[in-house]
């Protein structure tokens, strides 16, 4: 089966500047998320979509950071203005339900200077 | 709040030994537990899940425990090879049985 496909796949922005990045998950996956790993830490959870609906974004920082799933397939991650701190590899997963193992994309890395 | 702990950051090893990965957690308790590995540039891959009315998964060269009164889980490689080298995650489903929260990770080296 084809894997979860994320694009581009690395971004450099200057601070104050717009990004999205892009999400297509395996066929027939319901759940997709969308992780932010900063350089030595694990992944944190940003949002969590169940086919269109958000199921949670309570870490998902609202005031810049949004997301979408428009009919429950593909997702976009979109940050309005980027901070340094945002500096990170943002990671699209997706999973059969949500207590099903996840399979994750590759990453954006995303660089803002 | 939930928090998890990978008791160490990077773990070296000699080829044919066996790595322990220790995954340490707190203040819930979880359905199962999930380890990923994750190489340099590439997202993590499932390894195995474990529930919590099992004590004990294998897979291959891999074992896992999850003991619930420590709240601990232990991954094994056993019999360890250079391409075992990589960061492993363990990875616990939150509270509201949603959504897995990710602990730091520890690097594994495996000299040859």
């Known amino acids: 089966e084809a894997g979860v496909a994320q694009s581009p796949r690395y971004k450099i922005i200057e601070k104050r500047q717009s990004v999205a990045f892009w999400c297509n998950p395996i066929s027939g996956h319901a759940t997709l998320y969308w992780y932010q790993q900063i350089l030595g830490q694990g992944p944190k959870l940003l949002i969590q979509?169940?086919?269109?609906?958000?199921?949670?974004d309570s870490q998902l920082p609202k005031d810049r950071f949004s997301a979408e799933r428009l009919k429950g397939v593909d997702s976009t991650l979109k940050i309005q203005p980027a901070k340094l701190e945002d500096s990170a590899v943002y990671l699209c997963?997706?999973?059969?339900?949500?207590?099903?193992?996840?399979?994750f994309g590759n990453g954006t890395r995303l660089t803002v200077t | 709040s939930q928090k998890i702990e990978q008791n160490s950051e990077a773990l070296n090893i000699q080829e044919g030994k066996t790595a322990t990965l220790t995954c340490n957690y707190t203040n819930y308790s979880p359905a199962y537990l999930q380890w990923y590995r994750q190489d340099p540039g590439r997202g993590p891959v499932f390894l195995l899940l474990i529930r919590e009315n099992e004590k004990e998964k294998r897979k291959e060269r891999l074992k896992v425990t999850f003991d619930t009164t420590l709240k601990q889980s232990l991954f094994h490689i056993t019999a360890s090879q250079p391409a075992d080298s990589a960061t492993y995650l363990c990875?616990?489903?939150?509270?509201?049985?949603?959504?897995?929260?990710f602990g730091k990770g520890t690097t594994l080296s495996v000299s040859s």
């Open positions: 997963a997706s999973s059969f339900d949500s207590n099903s193992p996840l399979h």
């Open positions: 979509f169940q086919n269109n609906g958000v199921v949670d």
């Open positions: 990875a616990l489903v939150n509270q509201a049985g949603t959504a897995l929260i």
